[in-house]
């Protein structure tokens, strides 16, 4: 998750260095992924690598970008990137981390909540312990940060703004019945960015929710080389996107559900 809270200006850091050796990981995962089970999904070395875009949108834009990782890890990338650790599936430890975050910045202006997880499965596949995994990472991850951040946006004089993500999947059933435990885990971040809007919308607090398509990768052309690659979204579009939300070119914006499918 990425907290952002508006900076003068900060140096850019290079990043072809790092987005190769990304591409590297990213490849070898998603091979073994295709050979061993069919199919190729978003790998988290590639949540990374549009993490990595992200931060260098908004640092170019001049926001002081924070960020949260996994206790014992670190971003690897982005140095001008303040770091906090925290496991966002316990709840109070995000308490814990988002008042440490608060002390430190006074201000959050825009929270962009990216945590979560993919599983296929049908209704035949998916059990229990599916659901709650991946409620888990899709849902409570977003709903433990979104909760003590929208208190604090709605007691800001600016107010806020949260950015989740949501999935096609969740909004086109055809879609998410081979992904069942992932698509209803989804589902629910709509719902919570509707709560969230009934609620703030009198303090200035926006919450907006994203939904790529298909992304143009080195390892979604490799996977599906017969696609035609021009109809999907890149990852540059995505970061560019959520930057606009965050902006103040944005702040007419209410309630939205930016659908990035490009052509796909």
């Given at each position: 998750?990425?907290?952002?809270?508006?900076?003068?200006?900060?140096?850019?850091?290079?990043?072809?260095?790092?987005?190769k050796?990304?591409?590297?990981?990213?490849?070898?995962?998603?091979?073994?992924?295709r050979?061993?089970?069919?199919?190729?999904?978003?790998?988290?070395?590639?949540?990374?690598?549009?993490i990595?875009?992200?931060?260098?949108?908004?640092?170019?834009?001049?926001?002081?970008?924070?960020?949260?990782?996994?206790?014992?890890?670190?971003?690897?990338?982005?140095?001008?990137?303040?770091?906090?650790?925290?496991?966002?599936?316990?709840?109070?430890?995000?308490?814990?981390?988002?008042?440490?975050?608060?002390?430190?910045?006074?201000?959050?202006?825009?929270?962009?909540?990216?945590?979560?997880?993919?599983?296929?499965?049908?209704?035949?596949?998916?059990?229990?312990?599916?659901?709650?995994?991946?409620?888990?990472?899709?849902?409570?991850?977003?709903y433990?940060?979104?909760?003590?951040?929208?208190?604090?946006?709605?007691?800001?004089?600016?107010?806020?703004?949260?950015?989740?993500?949501?999935?096609?999947?969740?909004?086109?059933?055809?879609?998410?019945?081979?992904?069942?435990?992932?698509?209803?885990?989804?589902?629910?971040?709509?719902?919570?960015?509707?709560?969230?809007?009934?609620?703030?919308?009198?303090?200035?607090?926006?919450t907006?929710?994203?939904?790529?398509?298909?992304?143009?990768?080195?390892?979604?052309?490799?996977?599906?080389?017969?696609?035609?690659?021009?109809?999907?979204?890149?990852?540059?579009?995505?970061?560019?996107?959520?930057?606009?939300?965050?902006?103040?070119?944005?702040?007419?914006?209410?309630?939205?559900?930016?659908?990035?499918?490009?052509?796909?």
């Amino acid at each position: 998750n990425t907290f952002v809270r508006e900076a003068g200006n900060v140096n850019q850091k290079s990043e072809q260095e790092v987005l190769k050796d990304l591409d590297d990981e990213i490849g070898s995962i998603h091979e073994k992924m295709r050979k061993e089970y069919g199919f190729v999904p978003r790998s988290h070395s590639q949540e990374i690598k549009d993490i990595y875009l992200m931060f260098d949108k908004l640092i170019q834009d001049g926001y002081n970008v924070i960020a949260t990782v996994t206790p014992g890890k670190s971003l690897g990338f982005a140095a001008d990137v303040k770091t906090y650790e925290a496991d966002l599936t316990d709840e109070a430890a995000v308490d814990k981390v988002v008042a440490k975050i608060i002390s430190d910045h006074s201000t959050l202006d825009a929270a962009l909540l990216l945590v979560g997880g993919f599983a296929m499965g049908n209704i035949e596949k998916t059990d229990g312990a599916l659901l709650k995994k991946m409620f888990t990472l899709n849902f409570e991850t977003a709903y433990f940060v979104a909760r003590p951040v929208f208190q604090q946006m709605i007691s800001q004089p600016t107010g806020g703004k949260i950015v989740l993500v949501g999935s096609r999947p969740a909004l086109k059933p055809k879609d998410g019945k081979n992904t069942l435990a992932y698509s209803l885990s989804k589902s629910l971040i709509f719902k919570l960015a509707e709560f969230l809007n009934a609620e703030g919308s009198s303090k200035n607090v926006v919450t907006s929710v994203i939904v790529p398509s298909t992304i143009d990768t080195d390892v979604n052309r490799k996977a599906m080389p017969d696609k035609d690659f021009s109809t999907w979204v890149k990852p540059e579009e995505i970061a560019e996107a959520m930057a606009f939300l965050c902006s103040e070119n944005g702040n007419p914006l209410r309630e939205t559900v930016l659908k990035i499918y490009n052509r796909s």
